[in-house]
């Protein structure tokens, strides 16, 4: 069963930039699409950044200009967000997800488990 594990996130100062990861756990056939979303106390889940296939990325209105998707290149199982100049307003859980196609299991959405980033001073 293909897994998403993030990784970074936890207590950041304001100001400072931000690196998410997210591995996904077996061989991945063909990275779909990708994306990192957010959600915060008493608020729907928006999007962060997005990106499929060599498309140019997408961004949330709220971290345009300071956010950035990409993928380690040669296996497609690793995906970075950086969020840079947080404020506190950029607290939340991030979740990470791909669309993913592999021969054994067809196209299907992955999402991982969700990481606390609390900026705070």
């Known amino acids: 069963q293909m897994q998403l594990v993030q990784s970074g996130g936890g207590l950041v100062q304001p100001g400072e930039d931000l690196r998410l990861a997210c591995e996904a756990s077996g061989r991945i056939e063909r990275l779909n699409a990708m994306g990192w979303y957010r959600q915060a106390p008493g608020k729907q889940r928006e999007l962060v950044a997005s990106?499929?296939?060599?498309?140019?990325?997408?961004y949330g209105d709220s971290v345009k200009g300071r956010a950035t998707i990409w993928r380690e290149d040669v296996s497609n199982r690793l995906m970075f967000l950086r969020l840079n100049s947080l404020t506190p307003e950029d607290t939340a859980v991030y979740y990470c997800?791909?669309?993913?196609?592999?021969?054994?299991?067809?196209?299907?959405?992955?999402w991982g488990q969700g990481t606390q980033v609390t900026v705070s001073s």
């Open positions: 997800t791909m669309n993913i196609f592999n021969p054994t299991d067809g196209t299907n959405d992955y």
């Open positions: 990106k499929m296939g060599n498309y140019e990325a997408e």
